[in-house]
Nanobody, 121 residues
Framework: QVQLVESGGGLVQPGGSLRLSCVVS????????MGWYRQAPGKQRELVAT???????NYADFVKGRFTISRDNAKKTMYLGMNSLKPEDTAVYYC???????????????WGQGTQVTISS
């Protein structure tokens, strides 16, 4: 059973920083592209950033220059460094991973349970 577990969310003041982590566990062949998404109350889930297993990154315009996505393949962990946080960054942040199954070698989408990030003074 593949699981993704996020951590690192919390309450910070505007201008502050947080670092989210996502750890992948279970039995699989490989972890391909990973990403962070977020969903604010009353809004649709939106892409924040993605990173391939080779380290190529892609960011939503609203986080460019403020957020940094990274991963440690040996630790099966992805990170999201968030700086200069704004109240509009308040959302539940979800980890996503495209994982190739051990036996079938089919790729499946997996999601974490989400971690709350609240930016408020």
């Amino acid at each position: 059973q593949v699981q993704l577990v996020e951590s690192g969310g919390g309450l910070v003041q505007p201008g502050g920083s947080l670092r989210l982590s996502c750890v992948v566990s279970g039995r699989f062949f490989s972890i391909n592209t990973m990403g962070w998404y977020r969903q604010a109350p009353g809004k649709q889930r939106e892409l924040v950033a993605t990173i391939t297993n080779g380290g190529s990154t892609n960011y939503a315009d609203f986080v460019k220059g403020r957020f940094t996505i990274s991963r440690d393949n040996a630790k099966k962990t992805m990170y999201l460094g968030m700086n200069s946080l704004k109240p509009e960054d308040t959302a539940v942040y979800y980890c996503n991973a495209k994982i190739m199954a051990a036996v079938t070698r089919f790729e499946y989408d997996y999601w974490g349970q989400g971690t709350q990030v609240t930016i408020s003074s």
